[in-house]
């Protein structure tokens, strides 16, 4: 992995994007340009976040660790090694192009935090949900003869 560009984009956020190209046959390179979105969560990061649960709000904060990252991607596949080193310089213009205005809207880092924080308590309830499932006890039938009645 090689960093091609890092990017402090207007909004605060980091910018970084790297390659992650790798050779697929003898002249041949699948090429692989990711981009991703750093957004640091400090203390106050979630106050804006509405959550009826306290104890909801502390285990997806846990979740969701020190940074929230938002991943960008651009490939192609069976590019000649000649061409490599011109593909990926296109790869990130068009990163850079097609994303880089997008990104740096005042309102990104909101909504990013917005959607990971549902995509985290989403995962919350699974798991308080599997944590309270295995303390009942459920009686199921031993065969299931009874379906075919």
């Known amino acids: 992995m090689e960093v091609l560009v890092e990017k402090k984009l207007g909004n ?8 992650h190209s790798r050779v697929i ?12 979105v750093s957004m640091v969560l400090g203390d106050g990061a979630l106050a804006e976040i509405e959550e009826d649960d306290p104890a909801m709000l502390a285990r997806v904060r846990r979740r969701l660790g020190e940074t929230v990252e938002y991943q960008l991607l651009k490939d192609r596949n069976f590019v000649d090694a000649a061409v ?34 549902r995509e985290a308590r989403a995962i ?8 309270e499932g295995a303390s009942v006890s459920v009686e199921e039938p031993v065969d299931f ?5």
């Open 124 to 131: 919350c309830r699974v798991e308080l949900g599997r944590e």
């Open 25 to 36: 046959a003898a002249d041949r390179w699948y090429v692989k340009v990711v981009g991703v």
């Open 84 to 117: 490599k080193d011109e593909v990926v310089k296109e790869l990130v213009a068009q990163l850079l192009e097609t994303v880089g205005g997008y990104l740096e809207v005042e309102t990104f880092p909101a909504r990013l935090l917005a959607s990971k924080y």
């Open 145 to 149: 003869s009874h379906c075919f009645r």
């Open 12 to 19: 605060g956020l980091l910018l970084t994007i790297s390659e």
